[in-house]
């Protein structure tokens, strides 16, 4: 999802009374707004009509407190005139954070206007302005006996921070609070605030036109209002308690050598490491894994608590109950992390040292076999005694669902001291869901052991039902039930995956994700406090359609049929849902011939593509409607890459339609999309921008003035364009042979869009070198959001960048996810917090993050392309960016049936370069020929290919340049010899 974060705790604290109470106040609260209304805090007090601003304040909405948030282009809240708003003495207060650069005007928090825009112009209000003469200000303006009286504080505006301001005044003075410090007063002759029969508004002004110059752009949480001057300690205290829901400021720290290197190289604009390793022979995992720390830490107890990482050990197929182990061995969770259901392991001086604590003391995690989803931990406890344990997930006689296996073991070098023991906590006990190796279990309290040197304790532990009765847990127990699990992982992911490649770790990774997104289908995450069982569209059918695309078609099937059923609703995205939706479904027929999957949906298929066409006809730029951005950016706008990916799925629909037998459906919808797409470039057209260095800035809200982000992380919205504008990128909105689209990566490139190939993302956002103290994990420092590396990635192929292709593979298998268990979040740190030694990450698993692994994976051993009109499919690309390294003397790398939209395709890769020759075979696919054909061999150091045979006769149809194998037109199986020139 874009940017989308579960506060557990934000609306529990949104509702906390300020120091003031309801009886003195009006208070308007984004947390008790609903609908279109913002309510105050009591029925009896006046209400207002929230009009263009949006409230964020759910899942969605990657919000550390509830706000409406402001467009900067008239959105406000009104509230009528009325008595209770006209108050002679008066205490005004506002919670905001405005947008950065968006104050060179005043703009007014909340203003209640005069009659007319005449000197002394407001009844009341707060304004903000950052000009030369007004530096970073926030002023206080009133009027008495019509006259004007204000008052400024200069240099106290933070920008891109949320500011706490109050003005008061009591019938002489007017005092104003601004973050902690007092200005003013000024004293005026005694008198009542003037009172005039006009609205309370919240964001724009009563009598200037609602434009960007005079409207209100970001944040603001509350708007308080009580009819008298309130003490200044007071206001002083209702700071102070309500400061903790808000985010603190950036904090800088000294650097150390390692974060003086990696901050030097993020303010780069372009990504220098990446580029070195290129240059060097191309990105390898050792040349790249240490250059950050190790993703280790995640979301804990809350979505704002730092805590060890959580793994997901289920049936595929995703049916609950869940059990959700701890990384460090120290918990398992029946459901998600924070669930009330839980076994903890404590060990050490009375058991009370929880296992894994320290995590210094910690070896591992790591997963049996290297994939398995068997967790391997060793444990040295403060008393010295080193542990080992294992935990999996299986299935006993007698039961519908998983329970978890645990085993472990005492050190056997040493004498244990007689004070150690194991303590087995459980919450929520039930009777029966437990059973110990060392005797019975007591029906409440801990379970205790006591060892010696060398014992072992085995455990078997169900989270929800009652274990079968007479069910024995020991050695021989446990072996079997890891025997039974390994066993069910094989026949699910098979001991020959899809893709064979010659690096052990590859292997591991490639096998582990498919578990994972077996389990989760197509939502975005399980387990965790943070995304549990959610959907967000597009990443759900990404992940979905690598499930189709490594040889999984029925839950893929499963997953796209039940995505159709859900969305995010009106005053969202629906458009760019409907359009991943349609691109997604046309996609899944292409690779597996499903007719009936498209027949079974037509109808729901065309309602999308009757609406697209009734909302081209009404718009007068022959676009659809403009809506909501993402999840973290509420203003409407004709998004590009909403407009992109709705014509690029009505386009795929209309020629899928024209194949299953429905050519009216075919012949209606591809004249539509030809025109849509005349009109989004013509929208593109006005909002591209040349730029100095020769790339090409594309803005991402057609038919708007255009602000180029460069560096492009440095403000959030530049950070989400990063996200994003992919989507449109990659589409097939322009040709594959379009210059822009290679001016376009340029911008990418070189203005800070990726690190280590990683997708570079700063949500607060944070200066280079900061970090904010109560981020959130995985955004408290700049960093990456990997879930939006597919359309990155498909541009890449598109444009055969090979070597970038690879760097982002490796560098998302070294740094975007976890080292030994292979679990990503949504966004990470690139550095840690100060006085760790661990990056953090948002929530995990996430399905849509390990989609985009699989899908480099893919991209580099099989690239399918359609044509620039139809959609139709037209090239298969075979090991187009495979690491030169796989291609060493003696390795060998195969591909076994992986689905193309020509049907399945088989081949290997033997290298004999020693001898100066490579051999390959191919089995090309037999459903569709493909119009083109080519085998690409990637050798270390790029041995010049001198001569190639095909079926044992010579072949001329290699470029040598181009290290490719020109196979088109070609049927069968192919076996083939390249000779290479001797090294140099």
Request: glycine share 16%.
């Given at each position: 999802m874009i940017g989308r974060t579960a506060l557990a705790l934000g609306m529990a604290l949104a509702a906390a009374p300020a120091a003031w109470s309801a009886a003195e106040a009006m208070r308007w609260d984004a947390a008790q707004a609903s609908g279109a209304v913002a309510h105050a805090g009591r029925p009896d007090q006046p209400a207002g009509a929230i009009e263009g601003a949006v409230v964020m304040a759910s899942q969605e909405d990657l919000v550390e407190r509830p706000y409406f948030a402001f467009d900067g282009r008239g959105a406000c809240v009104r509230l009528p005139d009325g008595p209770a708003l006209n108050p002679g003495t008066l205490t005004l207060s506002a919670w905001f954070r405005p947008a950065p650069g968006t104050a060179a005007t005043q703009k007014a928090l909340a203003v209640k206007s005069r009659p007319t825009h005449q000197q002394p112009w407001y009844q009341y209000g707060l304004f903000i302005l950052d000009s030369v003469e007004h530096p970073a200000a926030v002023c206080a303006c009133l009027s008495v006996r019509d006259g004007l009286v204000s008052l400024e504080a200069p240099q106290a505006l933070l920008p891109d921070q949320w500011n706490y301001a109050a003005m008061s005044f009591d019938g002489n003075a007017l005092r104003l609070f601004v973050n902690g410090t007092w200005y003013g007063p000024v004293t005026v002759p005694a008198g009542r605030v003037d009172a005039s029969p006009t609205p309370l508004l919240f964001g724009v002004y009563g009598n200037l036109p609602r434009t960007p110059e005079y409207s209100f752009h970001g944040a603001i949480s509350v708007i308080s209002l009580a009819g008298e001057a309130l003490p200044p300690e007071r206001i002083e205290a209702a700071f102070r308690e309500e400061r903790p829901q808000y985010p603190a400021a950036a904090a800088s720290r000294v650097e150390s050598p390692a974060e003086r290197e990696l901050n030097d190289a993020l303010r780069a604009g372009r990504d220098l490491?990446?580029?070195?390793?290129?240059?060097?022979?191309?990105?390898?995992?050792?040349?790249?894994?240490?250059?950050?720390?190790?993703?280790?830490?995640?979301?804990?107890?809350?979505?704002?608590?730092?805590?060890?990482?959580?793994?997901?050990?289920?049936?595929?197929?995703?049916?609950?109950?869940?059990l959700v182990p701890l990384a460090d061995g120290s918990r398992v969770a029946a459901g998600r992390w924070d669930s009330a259901r839980y076994l903890e392991i404590g060990v050490g001086t009375g058991g009370l040292e929880t296992y894994g604590s320290t995590l210094a003391d910690l070896d591992g995690p790591r997963l049996g076999g290297g994939w398995y989803p068997i967790l391997e931990t060793g444990y040295r406890d403060r008393t010295g005694v080193t542990w080992r344990q294992e935990c999996f997930a299986a299935e006993v006689p007698g039961l519908s669902h998983q329970v978890a296996f645990i085993a472990l073991h005492a050190d056997a070098a040493a004498p244990l001291d007689p004070g150690v023991l194991v303590s087995i906590r459980r919450g929520q006990p039930v009777g029966g869901d437990l059973v110990l190796s060392a005797g019975p279990v007591p029906e409440a309290g801990p379970a205790s052991w006591q060892p010696h040197s060398g014992a072992s304790l085995y455990l078997i532990w169900s989270p929800q039902d009652p274990l079968p009765a007479g069910l024995r847990a020991d050695a021989a127990a446990h072996e079997a039930a890891r025997a039974r699990c390994r066993r069910y992982w094989d026949e699910c992911v098979g001991t020959t995956p899809v893709f064979e490649v010659p690096e052990a770790i590859v292997m591991d990774a490639q096998r582990q994700l498919l578990v994972q997104n077996l389990i989760m289908l197509w939502r975005y995450s399980l387990g965790s406090v943070v995304y549990h069982d959610s959907f967000y569209q597009p990443e759900g059918s990404e992940a979905a359609s690598l499930l189709a695309m490594y040889g999984y078609p029925e839950p893929a099937r499963r997953s796209l049929a039940r995505l159709l059923e859900l969305s995010k609703g009106p005053g969202n995205y629906v458009n760019w849902e409907r359009g991943e939706k349609l691109s997604h479904g046309a996609h899944y027929y292409h690779l597996t011939g499903d007719e009936d999957f498209i027949r079974e949906h037509t109808a729901l298929y065309e309602s999308y593509a009757a609406d697209f066409a009734a909302q081209i006809a009404a718009d007068p730029h022959g676009l659809l409607r403009p809506e909501r951005q993402c999840g973290d950016i509420p203003t409407p706008s004709y998004a590009l890459f909403h407009q992109a990916v709705a014509w690029r799925g009505l386009r795929d629909m209309a020629t899928v339609w024209g194949q299953v037998g429905r050519d009216d459906l075919r012949e209606r919808y591809e004249t539509l999309a030809r025109q849509w797409r005349q009109a989004i470039r013509r929208g593109v057209e006005r909002t591209s921008r040349d730029l100095p260095d020769g790339s090409l800035f594309v803005g991402l809200r057609l038919h708007e003035p255009v602000e180029v982000y460069s560096p492009i992380t440095v403000t959030r919205l530049g950070s989400y364009w990063n996200l994003c504008m992919p989507y449109a990128f990659a589409s097939g909105l322009w040709v594959d042979d379009d210059p822009a689209l290679r001016r376009i990566l340029d911008f990418i490139h070189g203005h800070g869009g990726t690190l280590l190939g990683l997708t570079r993302f700063n949500y607060y956002p944070t200066p280079i070198g900061s970090h904010r103290p109560d981020g959130l994990p995985g955004y408290c420092t700049t960093g990456f959001d990997n879930v939006y590396m597919p359309a990155y990635l498909q541009l890449l192929a598109q444009l055969d960048e090979a070597d970038r292709l690879v760097l982002s593979f490796y560098g998302r298998l070294a740094h975007g996810m976890t080292r030994g268990t292979f679990v990503s979040g949504e966004g990470d740190t690139a550095a840690p917090r100060p006085g760790e030694a661990f990056r953090s990450m948002y929530g995990g698993p996430c399905s849509g993050n390990n989609a985009a692994m699989l899908l480099a994976l893919r991209l580099m051993l099989v690239h399918d392309r359609v044509d620039d009109d139809a959609g139709l499919p037209r090239g298969l690309f075979l090991a187009h960016a495979t690491p030169r390294a796989w291609l060493s003397d003696g390795q060998r790398l195969r591909v076994h049936g992986a689905p193309t939209l020509f049907g399945p395709v088989s081949y290997s890769i033997t290298s004999e370069l020693s001898q100066g020759r490579i051999h390959a075979e191919v089995a090309i696919p037999e459903r569709t020929a493909p119009a083109t054909l080519r085998l690409r061999l990637r050798t270390p150091g790029q041995r010049r290919m001198a001569g190639v045979t095909v079926n044992g006769a010579a072949h001329d149809a290699f470029d040598p340049a181009d290290e490719s194998i020109d196979l088109s037109g070609r049927r069968g199986l192919v076996r083939l010899t390249a000779t290479f020139m001797p090294e140099r």
């Open positions: 490491w990446g580029e070195a390793l290129i240059a060097a022979g191309g990105a390898t995992y050792d040349g790249l894994k240490d250059r950050l720390p190790p993703l280790f830490l995640s979301t804990g107890q809350t979505n704002k608590d730092f805590g060890v990482h959580n793994l997901l050990f289920a049936a595929a197929g995703g049916e609950p109950p869940y």
